[in-house]
């Protein structure tokens, strides 16, 4: 119960300190932060699944020129 009381004290000391319009646009930007997380998440792996496929086919390449090299 002494969450709550905490968590509704610093609500009314956000909207006297930064006035309602400041303290909406607060909660809509980490709503959008939160709902921007599992895409950054997504992207990390397909980062480093890219930059995996790229090495493999960096090293067949270059493999494949140093044999057209040698021959």
């Known amino acids: 119960m002494i969450s709550f009381y905490i968590t509704v004290s610093i609500f009314i000391l956000l909207?006297?300190?930064?006035g309602m319009d400041n303290v909406m646009r607060l909660f809509y930007y980490l709503d959008l932060q939160l709902r921007y997380l599992p895409l950054r998440i997504k992207l990390e792996?397909?980062?480093?699944?890219?930059k995996r496929q790229l090495d493999r086919d960096a090293e067949y390449f270059l493999q494949r020129h140093k044999d057209a090299e040698n021959n």
């Open 15 to 18: 909207v006297a300190y930064a």
């Open 45 to 50: 792996f397909m980062r480093r699944k890219l």
